[in-house]
């Protein structure tokens, strides 16, 4: 996620406003000035996130678990609040006016440095709660040499770290 709304500040924002008719700069910049501040208030909610996780990676106690397990479901919610706003207020001023030509450069310059196994737990995320056919979208649009690392190892390694978390495998 920090690394999704760098993207957007960096990147989707500049070329939507290069896209834009005049007429829609002021309502299109008082959204993404609201937006950006509601993504800064989740980028320090996933800071806090990290500082849990670190905290029970460390004492390895229920407790700790119990801690991190709490702030996970808090930032889910979060998230999900989100996610559903950027689909209402966001998108359609991104579909509507930025070019695919546009889309396509900001999609090639948008990277992680999320190592592999991380990019796994994510997609593991993603597709313990999407419905069937979201799931098949997402593996749809994965590399095939993404496909095939998660089928190897990275459904095996999500699932023993959902364990490991929850006491109990992923649902789904």
């Known amino acids: 996620m920090l690394q999704h709304h760098a993207a957007e500040r960096e990147l ?3 070329a939507l406003f290069r896209s834009l008719p005049a ?10 000035g609201t937006w950006t501040s509601r993504a800064a208030v989740l980028d320090h909610s996933l800071r806090d996130l990290v500082t849990v996780a670190r905290q029970w990676a460390v004492d390895g106690t229920v407790p700790a678990r119990h801690a991190f397990a709490r702030a996970c479901t808090r930032v889910a919610v979060t998230v999900d609040a989100h996610m559903t706003a950027e689909e209402r207020e966001l998108l359609p001023l991104v579909s509507r006016y930025l070019p695919d030509r546009e889309w396509t450069a900001v999609r090639r310059a948008a990277t992680t440095s999320l190592p592999g196994r991380e990019q796994m737990l994510v997609l593991g995320l993603a597709l313990e709660d999407a419905s069937a056919i979201d799931r098949a979208r997402v593996m749809a649009g994965l590399a095939p040499a993404t496909r095939t690392a998660w089928r190897v190892v990275g459904r095996r390694n999500y699932r023993a770290a959902i364990v490991r978390l929850r006491g109990a495998p992923p649902a789904g």
């Open 12 to 14: 989707l924002w500049p």
């Open 23 to 32: 007429h829609e700069h002021a309502t299109a910049r008082e959204a993404i």
